[in-house]
């Protein structure tokens, strides 16, 4: 599994930076972030406290792309 999110569209960040129209910053997740994220939420893992903490915030990355996704199209 890859453990680190980075590609040329976020500028290695795993994060897409956008302005609303009112000109507002927006951070929404990156691809390669959201692929990672999936992976960590469908991994079948032992379960620790730090692996439960990464499934939470792999969730939130999750519904966040895809949150984003859907106002996009």
């Known amino acids: 599994m890859k453990n680190r999110a980075g590609c040329k569209a976020c500028n290695w960040t795993g994060y897409i930076d956008l302005k609303r129209e009112s000109g507002?910053?927006?951070v929404r997740p990156c691809t390669c972030l959201y692929?990672?994220?999936k992976e960590i939420m469908l991994s079948e893992e032992k379960s620790t406290a730090k692996d439960i903490q990464s499934r939470k915030s792999a969730e939130e990355i999750v519904r966040a792309?895809?949150?984003?996704?859907?106002k996009e199209t």
């Open 24 to 26: 507002q910053p927006v």
């Open 35 to 37: 692929e990672i994220a």
């Open 65 to 70: 792309y895809e949150r984003h996704r859907e």
